[in-house]
């Protein structure tokens, strides 16, 4: 049985909003309200949802990037929400990051070479000669060669630049990659090489993956289980099987009747939800799909729904399935 590597436990970020003249009560944007997952050892965890429902900010907040206002995030054993700087240090060898844009996340006026070197300059003893060394096999590792670590950023293509920005996260041989909808700026074409690296890698070095994604088609290829996040909360969780085959939550049927597909066979009927996605601001009442769900009952205006289990690790946040809980 693999072990568990991740845990979040009720993670909340709520910034508050200015009371203003005559308000007397705080009010909160709450872009987390708590969410729950877990993620074992060389396994993917897909992220999924619209944009602005909190996928990112999960990646930002478990990393600490954003400072939680509640909530646990145990990582080998050890909360490291209430971790000092010092500690925080040790675990980011442990725990990278690859971000959405290739164009932003590398400076322009540093080499290649230096960009990955950097992390092992910070954070190891390597000498120069051991660094250069490493640097020269992390490009050859992601698909590159040895003599792209003179040049610079700009004179790489959009999926080059990715690949650098993976080699960058494994330098320290982290064991947990969040990538941040790490192939949302690549073409079609592109997506494909990078994921197929990003499950090679996987094999050879033992890597486990938050992967977070809009693309439902994307998270499909390279996923084990997948939460699905509406409005600061996971609403629909469970293994790719399930959750494709079957999916229980509205929001997600909707979702996926939405996911292109080039089999007639597999498409679905086409379900359009009304209106859009409500502020955190001012979320609704009881559960927030509420406004836009077609299979609305009165208990949906008034009672927030529990994320229950429903089946053979398949876990759901609606209504419709309180009396199935296994």
């Known amino acids: ?19 203003g003249f005559l308000k007397k009560e705080q009010r909160y944007v709450k872009a987390l309200d708590g969410v729950n997952f877990s993620i074992y050892e060389t396994e993917t965890f897909g992220l999924v949802g619209e944009s602005g429902c909190g996928k990112s900010t999960t990646g930002k907040a478990i990393l600490r990037l954003i400072e939680a206002s509640d909530g646990e995030v145990i990582f080998q054993g050890k909360d490291i929400s209430k971790a000092n700087r010092s500690e925080m240090r040790d675990v980011y060898k442990e725990m990278q ?13 540093k080499t290649v070479g230096y960009l990955i070197e950097e992390p092992l300059i910070i954070n190891s003893k390597m000498s120069a000669s051991d660094r250069k ?3 020269h096999e992390l490009l050859e590792i992601v698909g590159l060669h040895s003599y792209h670590a003179s040049r610079y950023p700009h004179e790489f293509s959009g999926g080059q630049r990715q ?7 494994l330098a320290l041989n982290p064991k947990l990659i969040i990538a941040d909808e790490a192939v949302s700026a ?8 990078v994921l197929n690296l990003l499950r090679k890698l996987q094999r050879e070095f033992g890597l486990t993956y938050l992967f977070i994604s809009h693309d439902l088609s994307v998270v499909k290829h390279i996923s084990d289980r997948i939460g699905v996040m509406y409005l600061g909360k996971i609403i629909e969780q469970g293994t790719k099987e399930n959750l494709y085959a079957k999916p229980l939550h509205p929001y997600t049927q909707a979702l996926l009747s939405a996911s292109p597909t080039v089999n007639s066979k597999n498409r679905r009927e086409r379900i359009v939800l009304k209106g859009d996605m409500p502020s955190p601001a001012n979320p609704p009442s009881g559960c927030a799909f509420h406004p836009r769900c077609f299979a609305a009952m009165s208990i949906c205006k008034s009672a927030i729904p529990e994320l229950r289990k429903v089946g053979d690790e398949h876990y759901v946040a609606c209504h419709l399935y309180n009396d199935q809980v296994d």
Do not use: C
């Open 1 to 19: 049985m693999k072990s568990l590597l991740l845990e979040v436990k009720d993670l909340k970020v709520h910034y508050p909003i200015d009371k």
């Open 97 to 109: 990051l690859v971000f959405q844009d290739p164009y932003a996340s590398l400076n322009p006026r």
């Open 133 to 135: 060394k490493r640097v």
């Open 163 to 169: 690949r650098i920005g993976i080699a960058r996260a």
């Open 186 to 193: 690549l073409d079609v074409s592109i997506q494909s090489q």
